[in-house]
């Protein structure tokens, strides 16, 4: 699996076991695709990307553009994923050539296999319907060429050709999410660190490659401007200062990154990247990876200090980098003492009972029968529950004109189960793209039906009922799984709606 630590794999032999292993993780997701439904941010997406648009409220356009053509050739299921599949299939090869290309043939492999049997990788970016996997093909790809414009020493022509192709990745990048500009952080950071590359900033290439990369961002743009830079401001306000500083939200932050990691994984990971950054400014294919590894890290672990709580999943793209680091490093003479194929082994074993048993848990709810979850705290994979049965229930049967939700993720798992001729809007403050599908004005006077859980009906109906001439009593209807039901939703025919729903973003 892993050549031992005093051996070099042949070339050729090298890139058959990259191929295999690619080959074998992508099996893998298939099967997890498969077998795990999908959740609140897939469902959200495919929802919204059904209407093809220059951008979208929460991230740039490419994956809903990719959500959008797989849900047209392959249906709105599991099938939609089959794409972001193949995308990281790709991600793993650019991983491996930049790896070899920087390291060696083995710290490529290292780093490959590594990247598969991280959680975050595995499943998220590797396989679900959500913007890191087209991010992170177009990061890899742009570090790939650039590595060989730094280190191969190119000719003229060819550095025009690899300036130009970092910019189309680079465009890319900025098509999938708007944390790509910390590539480019990282990228100037590099250029100005390294005496051997300062000369770039007196080169035509890179502005003519930043010109084309905002050339193909521009439909981000263009949106913006029309929607008076609502995503812009929407992502923005996640970094704003609070009123006092909140370093357990930065360890919470660390706490969840290194769970989308695994602590067998996040170790080795981090020392690679300290000890990348030591010796970074004696070995610049070090400091490389290091300057595009540390702004997101950094910057994403350390802005839950002073503003938004913060995902685990936003440092990513900045570990992604750190891969390279453990490879060679994992390589180095100290390393020998270490059985490299037993930690290889060990970590795959774990990371597929990881998976077995949350793709059972989604299924069956196993260890919350055995173990009931503490009061406030919410079973993750609910989220992945099939709201199908909405489409039986007797008050959505009548021809209801549309459906109003309360929450965008409800309001996305209620659109996906009902289907694209049913308009479902969001009444609440935080819409989110919801709320570019569709102009309730048009459905004054009609009927609809409300789509809550019943923890939250009676506030829901103080809010609605100025909306609607009638309301009428609720009905139930439970969502489970293996017989259990884990989710009561209630459903109130409504009739005859006023005034169109507010909508807290310009359109």
């Not at 890179?206 to 830079?229: D, F, T």
């Not at 009902?418 to 919801?434: A, C, E, N, Q």
């Not at 709320?435 to 829901?460: C, H, I, W, Y």
Request: aromatic share 12%.
């Amino acid at each position: 699996m892993i050549a031992a630590p005093d051996r070099a794999p042949s070339p050729d032999a090298s890139a058959r076991t990259a191929l295999a292993l690619i080959g074998a993780f992508a099996l893998a997701r298939l099967a997890l695709a498969a077998t795990l439904g999908l959740g609140v941010d897939e469902a959200y997406t495919i929802v919204v990307s059904r209407r093809l648009d220059l951008s979208y409220f929460d991230h740039p356009p490419l994956h809903q553009w990719i959500a959008h053509y797989a849900a047209l050739a392959f249906g709105e299921g599991a099938a939609t994923r089959l794409p972001f599949v193949a995308l990281f299939a790709a991600t793993g090869w650019l991983t491996f050539a930049l790896t070899r290309r920087l390291f060696g043939a083995r710290a490529g492999l290292v780093a490959l296999f590594a990247l598969n049997v991280s959680p975050f990788f595995l499943a998220s970016a590797g396989a679900f319907v959500v913007p890191d996997g087209p991010l992170l093909l177009a990061l890899a790809g742009a570090a790939l060429v650039l590595a060989e414009l730094f280190f191969d020493e190119p000719d003229s022509r060819a550095a025009w050709r690899l300036w130009l192709a970092a910019g189309a990745w680079l465009g890319l990048a900025g098509l999938s999410k708007y944390s790509a500009a910390l590539f480019v952080v990282g990228l100037v950071a590099f250029v100005a660190l390294s005496p051997r590359q300062r000369h770039w900033f007196a080169h035509p290439a890179p502005y003519l490659a930043a010109l084309l990369a905002l050339a193909m961002v521009s439909p981000v743009i263009v949106w913006n401007w029309r929607h008076g830079w609502v995503s812009f401001a929407f992502q923005g306000e996640r970094g704003a200062m609070a009123g006092a500083w909140r370093p357990a939200q930065v360890a919470a932050m660390l706490l969840g990154e290194i769970a989308f990691l695994t602590p067998w994984i996040f170790v080795p990971l981090a020392g690679a990247l300290v000890a990348g950054a030591r010796r970074a400014f004696e070995d610049e294919k070090r400091l490389f990876p290091v300057c595009l590894a540390l702004p997101p890290i950094l910057v994403f672990t350390l802005t839950p200090l002073w503003g938004a709580r913060g995902l685990p999943h936003w440092p990513m793209p900045g570990w992604f980098f750190a891969f390279p680091l453990m490879g060679v490093w994992l390589g180095e003479p100290w390393a020998a003492r270490y059985d490299l194929r037993r930690w290889a082994i060990v970590s795959a074993g774990l990371i597929g009972a990881i998976a077995i048993l949350v793709v059972s848990q989604a299924a069956t709810g196993w260890a919350t029968r055995l173990v009931p979850a503490p009061a406030g705290v919410v079973d993750p994979t609910l989220e992945t529950l099939d709201w199908g049965a909405l489409r039986a229930a007797p008050a959505l049967r009548d021809a209801a004109a549309f459906v109003v939700a309360t929450k965008w993720s409800e309001g996305g798992k209620i659109a996906l189960a009902l289907g694209s001729r049913t308009p479902v809007f969001v009444f609440s403050d935080d819409p989110r793209g919801m709320a570019f599908l569709d102009d309730s004005a048009r459905f004054v006077g009609r009927d609809g039906v409300v789509v809550v859980p019943q923890d939250r009906l009676d506030q829901t109906l103080a809010q609605l009922r100025p909306y609607f001439l009638r309301l009428d009593p609720p009905q139930s209807l439970a969502l489970g799984r293996a017989g259990r039901d884990e989710i009561v939703i209630a459903l109130v025919p409504a009739h005859g709606l006023t005034r169109a729903f507010p909508v807290p973003y310009p359109h």
